[in-house]
């Protein structure tokens, strides 16, 4: 079984956070902090979580993202300054979902262009490696260079997480089925690529119910995950599960 990776939103006390991870063969979470936590309370919770995974092998990555920044690169840039210069973390863990933005459906080119302009300056400035959380159907997107969002998003960091949100594990509406074509753009980049599943309530509609593993129980949730690892063991790009997030996984 690959190791699990988990975004951390919430501040859960550090102990109970480690065991949990422990339990869960959670090799990296993504830690979810502001460009001032290291003025605020925040900072020392933060610390002694670093501390902690650390200790026991656990890599953790500074979590931060918002949509806005694909219009508002600075800000992404002093998010990205400050949390390097604490020397806490092991990589940038980058959550800009543009793709939620209104504006999307109808200038999905334009803000696919700007998405990858923000990737690239942050990348050219972080010592960190980055990773990306990316959407599966970024390779519907043409991009500038002729190829896809999706395969111009793999040339510049340096690994990401398709947000594969299905609760079925085969067939073409499913974790493996809708993230196809992010694995084939990782190995033909050469990068790292985790699948995603979500474990949030995101509503009682049909469409809502199939992206998420709430209501299905962990039981079920460890099944499907343990179906993926099997299913895509013999694809070089695929590196584990990601499981969104520590907070509602637990409620499981």
């Known amino acids: 079984m690959a190791p699990r990776a988990t975004w951390v939103w919430d501040r859960p006390a550090p102990e109970e956070l480690l065991a949990w991870v422990v339990a869960e063969d959670v090799g990296d979470i993504f830690l979810g902090v502001g460009e001032d936590f290291e003025s605020s309370a925040d900072a ?9 995974m650390h200790r026991h092998g656990v890599r953790v990555a500074a979590l931060g993202g ?26 940038i863990h980058l959550d800009v979902e543009v793709w939620t933005r209104p504006d999307w459906t109808t200038r999905p080119r334009p803000l696919g262009a700007a998405y990858l302009f923000l990737l690239q300056h942050l990348a050219r400035e972080s010592p960190l490696p980055i990773e990306a959380d990316i959407a599966f159907h970024l390779h519907e997107v043409p991009g500038d260079s002729g190829a896809s969002l999706e395969a111009e998003v793999m040339t510049v960091v ?28 990782a190995g033909n980049a050469g990068v790292p690529c985790r699948l995603a599943v979500e474990t949030q309530d995101l509503g009682a509609d049909p469409v809502a119910r199939k992206q998420t593993f709430h209501g299905l129980g962990k039981a079920a949730l460890d099944r499907a995950l343990g179906e993926v690892d099997r299913d ?21």
Do not use: C, K
């Open 44 to 52: 020392m919770w933060a610390r002694v979580v670093v501390e902690l």
């Open 158 to 185: 340096d690994a990401v997480t398709v947000l594969s949100y299905r609760n079925t594990v085969t067939g073409p509406d499913s974790i493996t089925g809708v993230a196809a074509s992010a694995l084939a753009s």
């Open 66 to 91: 918002d949509p806005g920044w694909v219009t508002d690169t600075s800000s992404a840039l002093a998010w990205q300054r400050a949390v390097t210069a604490t020397r806490l973390f092991d990589g």
């Open 232 to 252: 895509l063991a013999d694809v070089p790009a695929y590196a584990g599960i990601a499981v969104h997030d520590y907070q509602h996984w637990r409620l499981l």
